[in-house]
C-alpha cells in the first residue's frame, strides 16, 4: 500500500472502470478523492459511497471532459471541497472504431475533445491550485504506439498526443517538483473493452500473460506513481499490458 495520507486527489471519469478503481484504491491509501462523471450519476454515487466508507472526503461532480468550461468549473469546485490539490488524474476517456473511408469529423472531434482537450483543459485549470511535488498522471493506453486493429487510428492518434504533452509538461513543471507521468494500459477488462467482448479473444492471443488485465492492477500503479516511492519517475510513459506490446 502506498502511503497518500492527507493527499488531496481528482480523478477524472471516476464512476466506473479503472477510473472508480483508482479512486477507490487512493481512498483506500489515505486520499481524500473528488470523482467527475459524464452521465451515469448512480455508478458515481456509488463510487462516492466506497470512499466515504474508507474513511475519507469526497464528491461526485458531473462534467463533460469535452465542455471545457465544464472541466474548469469542476476542478475549482473540487479544490473547494478538498481545501487543495496534490494528485491529478486524468481517466475520463472515449473510444470509436473508424477506417479513414469511412470514419465520421464528428466521431474525431468527440475523441480529441474528450481525450486531449479535456486532459489540456484540466491541467491547465488544476496547477495554479497544486502543491509543489503535487502528481499529474494521464490514463493514455499502447495505442499511442500500436494499432492492433483497423479503424482506431483516431484513438490511437490521441492518445499519442497525451504521451506528448505528458513530456512537456514534466519539464514546464519540474521546476515545481511536479511529476507528470502516462500510465498507458493495454486490454483491460472494463465496460469500454470486456473481457468477453468482441477484439477478446484476439487480443488475448497477442498479450503475453494470456489474459485481460484489471482495473486494480492499474490502480495499484497509479498509486504507486502518487506516492513519495516515485519521486525521481517524470515525463515518462509506462505500459502495463502483461506484454501485449512486446
Known amino acids: 500500500m502506498a502511503d497518500l495520507s492527507g493527499k488531496r486527489a481528482i480523478v477524472t471519469g471516476g464512476s466506473r472502470g479503472i477510473g472508480a478503481a483508482i479512486a477507490k484504491r487512493l481512498a483506500a491509501d489515505g486520499a481524500d478523492v473528488v470523482i467527475t462523471y459524464a452521465g451515469n450519476h448512480d455508478a458515481a454515487q456509488q463510487v462516492a459511497a466506497a470512499i466515504t466508507g474508507a474513511g475519507r472526503r469526497t464528491e461526485a461532480i458531473q462534467a463533460d471532459a469535452a465542455d471545457v468550461a465544464a472541466v474548469e468549473a469542476a476542478v475549482v469546485r473540487a479544490v473547494d471541497t478538498l481545501g487543495g490539490l496534490d494528485i491529478l488524474v486524468h481517466n475520463a476517456g472515449v473510444f470509436g472504431l473508424g477506417t479513414i473511408d469511412s470514419d465520421t469529423i464528428e466521431n474525431y472531434r ?129 505500459d502495463i499490458d502483461g506484454g501485449f506490446s512486446v
Open 110 to 238: 468527440r475523441q480529441f475533445g474528450v481525450n486531449v482537450d479535456g486532459v489540456f483543459a484540466g491541467t491547465r485549470a488544476a496547477i495554479g491550485h497544486m502543491t509543489d511535488g503535487g502528481r499529474i498522471l494521464v490514463i493514455g493506453s499502447v495505442n499511442a504506439h500500436t494499432v492492433p486493429v483497423p479503424g482506431a487510428a483516431v484513438y490511437s492518434a490521441t492518445k499519442a498526443a497525451v504521451a506528448g504533452m505528458v513530456r512537456g509538461w514534466a519539464r514546464d513543471l519540474g521546476p515545481r517538483n511536479i511529476l507528470v507521468n502516462a500510465i498507458q494500459p493495454g486490454p483491460i477488462d472494463t465496460d469500454m473493452n470486456p473481457a468477453d467482448g468482441d477484439f477478446a479473444a484476439m487480443l488475448a492471443q497477442h498479450v503475453a500473460l494470456g489474459r485481460y488485465g484489471r482495473a486494480e492492477e492499474v490502480a495499484a500503479l497509479a498509486a504507486f506513481l502518487a506516492s513519495d516511492e516515485a519521486s525521481y519517475i517524470t515525463g515518462t510513459t509506462i
